[in-house]
């Protein structure tokens, strides 16, 4: 029985909440129940979009447990601190590597290891009070689950260099500009409005969206031939899929696709 991860399913979208009082923060254990509860709904046919918050409305996720980090500088354990970051990156390339569509609902302080987590899904909805940052460098340590990877190139490697070498929060606002969000929302609309865009890409045709988010992240590190022959090469994989032929035939039909997600 997981301690402080939940997930609940519904209409083909999960809601996965992170509860750890007060803020959410990442301890071992932490990590671990969110890698297994990913690991589940993975391979649960019933799920076809996830959504990841954080319980109650102070925050997200405000980072790693630091009392755990302490206890690793305390013993100046380099291996220790290795697996651990070892541990968080793997969860997190878990979660980019999806081929279901991860969105995180952005409902208070996403800090640290909290904006790398959010970084790592495919979609960010942030309330409007919200407030975001790489705090790190004021502890005297940097990010390590991939803030110093994902940021630059989200946000552009100046802005990104500038937040993590500061320490300093940001608005949701702020955030929007940057194209580090998809959107804000008022505060108490997050879920709704997260939960409203999960169904409606629960809607589509798995088939479709699992190759959609193959083309994109095969491109994201490639070069434009290679990202175009990767794109073609889905395409072709959708184009003999039964949900290819409905979402046609359904258009000059003119009636509703129904996808059968094979």
């Not at 102070?58 to 354990?77: P, T």
């Not at 609902?105 to 790489?134: K, S, V």
């Not at 994902?150 to 990104?160: D, M, N, Q, S, T």
């Amino acid at each position: 029985m997981a301690d402080f991860i939940r997930y609940t399913v519904e209409d083909k979208v999960a809601t996965l909440v992170i509860d750890h009082p007060p803020v959410n923060s990442f301890n071992r254990q932490t990590m671990a129940e969110l890698d297994a509860a990913l690991d589940a709904l993975s391979v649960d046919p019933a799920v076809k979009v996830i959504v990841i918050t954080g319980a109650g409305q102070l925050a997200f996720v405000a980072g790693a447990d630091l009392g755990e980090i302490g206890e690793l500088l305390k013993k100046r354990d380099p291996l220790g601190a290795q697996d651990m970051i070892e541990s968080g990156q793997k969860v997190f390339n878990k979660i980019e590597g999806s081929n279901k569509p991860i969105i995180a609902a952005i409902n208070g302080l996403c800090l640290g290891g909290g904006l790398e987590l959010a970084m790592a899904c495919h979609i960010r909805i942030c309330g409007d009070r919200a407030r975001l940052g790489q705090p790190e460098i004021d502890r005297g340590i940097i990010p390590g689950w991939g803030g110093t990877q994902r940021l630059p190139r989200i946000v552009g490697p100046g802005k990104a260099t500038e937040i993590i070498l500061t320490g300093e929060m940001i608005t949701a606002q702020q955030a929007m500009q940057l194209r580090l969000i998809n959107m804000v929302v008022p505060g108490g609309e997050v879920m709704r409005q997260s939960i409203g865009l999960a169904r409606k890409i629960a809607s589509k045709s798995a088939v479709a969206v699992t190759a959609a988010l193959t083309a994109i992240r095969g491109g994201l590190d490639a070069n434009l031939i290679d990202g175009l022959a990767n794109e073609r090469k889905q395409f072709v994989t959708v184009a003999a899929s039964d949900d290819a032929r409905e979402g046609v035939f359904s258009f000059l039909e003119k009636r509703e696709a129904k996808f059968q997600d094979k």
